[in-house]
């Protein structure tokens, strides 16, 4: 019968032990989006409240706790910072000031526990990071947030295969292989929005690659393909990105980015294209990675739009000191044009439009042919604003492509991805005939000429592709003319006409 009794309860007493602590405990999970690290903490409904452990808290915050033996105040301190409180009173100090809490931290049994509300309210106070409470998932996010993955293009070569995922910060992340067929890229949890995902490659680099939400984190899944032998991955700045270049060769290639001088240096100072870096690429022979060769028939379907500079590389800022024209800083304006522009070409031609850049973001030279490759644009159009020593100089001048004065290497012809603007050169004058006329039907015959030049951002470009530069920040009128609306309004339509006129004469 004692045994019994002992048995029942014990029983009993676990039934209730077990009911209070399911109906008044939970979890919360505490993700470090930084470090890709998660933790759970066990929760206690106390009356209104509900609370954790501080000493877990501090563990997994890296605080220091201290306990005042004597008064038994509580001292929380992270680097240089802290704050303290006595347990059963409303209100926290740190550095010398009050902040209170609507639910006093309180001591259970010689544990000290904290309201939740500790975590988000009290903590920032010391705390370095950024402290986010998803009461829906109930989930405290401790670091990065609102991180997006902005875009992600991929770039064949001959030897290897480049992946730029594009972010709106810098991260760490995280490389798991699985090989010979997988690679993972983890980085903290992102947003993306991407045009193609996955994104089909079916190269003897790389098959595809896929980003996907996995508990917590994004991971950008690159695929491998049948000569896979070899990859690096490294981030690069402005704009933070993260490169991964899949090899199918073991000899080293030169990889580096160049940073490429502004299409107006090129112009007005002639400078060669000397040490850029030259990469191969068999176009003709990989027909399915680029966009439709010259002899294929053109139709229209998608444009990308550059506009000119952005970032750091400002491109032409004119403040006047003496006359009366407005201020023009070329980055802001060309990406104003840029948009209106696409809106234009939308409504009126009915074909996609991509804009190399939609904010204020560096981009390389290469890296705008990039985008227009990647997306198979049919014409890309790279929107500028020219400036010169002399006022005098002035007008609407369209460019396209002159290797002339770029060093040929030997041996390497218009495979080179560097010269594949080449094969499109008389399509690139015939664009630029057509928006040159329109241009000078829609403004009373103003000043209008193509001309040519070694221009970065078309060189690689595997379509018809033109440089516009708007006008002169240099001259006066041309510079009161370029921020006037309905100048812009004229410009923008004029260019439609020339690719409008030009799509007519290709889709022949
Ligand atoms: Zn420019």
């Not at 009050?98 to 106070?125: C, D, H, N, Q």
């Not at 939400?213 to 933070?240: A, C, M, W």
């Not at 407005?326 to 044009?337: D, R, S």
């Not at 009161?480 to 100048?487: K, L, R, S, V, Y």
């Amino acid at each position: 019968m004692g045994k019994t009794c002992a048995r029942v309860c014990a029983y009993v007493a676990w039934i209730l032990f077990s009911l209070t602590s399911s109906a008044m405990a939970g979890t919360i999970e505490v993700f470090f989006n930084n470090e890709n690290l998660r933790y759970t903490l066990f929760t206690t409904n106390d009356g209104p409240g509900e609370y954790v452990q501080l000493e877990k808290v501090a563990n997994i915050f890296r605080l220091q706790l201290n306990i005042d033996a004597g008064n038994g105040r509580v001292v929380l301190q992270y680097g240089e910072k802290n704050l303290s409180f006595l347990p059963g009173e409303s209100s926290v100090i740190s550095a010398k000031r009050s902040y209170p809490m609507t639910f006093p931290a309180r001591k259970i049994e010689g544990v000290i526990m904290v309201p939740l509300e500790f975590l988000t309210k009290t903590l920032p106070l010391i705390y370095e990071y950024n402290l986010a409470w998803d009461g829906r998932q109930r989930r405290l996010t401790v670091g990065i947030q609102n991180l997006e993955l902005v875009s992600l293009y991929v770039s064949p070569f001959a030897d290897y295969t480049r992946i730029a995922a594009q972010l709106s910060q810098s991260v760490p992340y995280k490389v798991t292989e699985k090989l010979p067929s997988l690679l993972i890229f983890e980085l903290p949890q992102a947003k993306f929005n991407l045009q193609d995902n996955p994104l089909q490659i079916n190269n003897t680099a790389v098959k595809h690659v896929k980003v996907i939400d996995s508990f917590g984190t994004t991971q950008i899944l690159v695929r491998l393909g049948d000569e896979f032998v070899r990859y690096t991955h490294k981030t690069k700045d402005n704009p933070p990105r993260l490169i991964i270049d899949v090899f199918t060769t073991d000899e080293a290639v030169a990889e580096e980015e160049t940073p490429t001088p502004t299409p107006e240096a090129t112009v007005t100072e002639g400078q060669a294209a000397t040490n850029e870096t030259i990469v191969e690429q068999d176009l003709a022979a990989n027909g399915e990675t680029g966009t439709a060769l010259p002899g294929q028939p053109f139709s229209l379907h998608t444009i990308v739009v550059d506009p000119g500079h952005g970032g750091s590389d400002q491109g032409v800022v004119v403040v006047p000191a003496v006359d009366a024209t407005p201020a023009l800083m070329e980055k802001q304006l060309t990406l104003h044009l840029s948009k209106l522009l696409s809106t234009h070409l939308i409504e009126r031609l009915g074909v996609t439009v991509m804009l190399t850049r939609e904010g204020d973001d560096f981009l390389s030279g290469e890296m705008r042919a990039t985008v227009a490759n990647s997306n198979r644009a049919d014409v890309f159009l790279s929107v500028h604003v020219n400036n010169s020593i002399s006022d005098q100089a002035s007008g609407f001048e369209v460019y396209i492509m002159d290797y002339g004065s770029l060093d040929m290497p030997q041996g390497i012809k218009a495979q080179v991805l560097d010269y594949a603007q080449a094969k499109y050169l008389e399509q690139s004058k015939r664009l630029a005939d057509q928006i040159v006329a329109a241009y000078r039907a829609r403004n009373n015959g103003a000043k209008a000429v193509v001309k040519r030049a070694p221009l970065f951002a078309l060189k690689g470009a595997t379509m018809p592709s033109v440089h516009i530069e708007i006008g002169y920040a240099s001259n006066a009128s041309d510079r009161q003319n370029m921020t006037q609306e309905a100048f812009q309004q004229m410009l923008i339509s004029a260019v439609a006409d020339g690719i409008a006129a030009f799509k007519k004469g290709e889709e022949l």
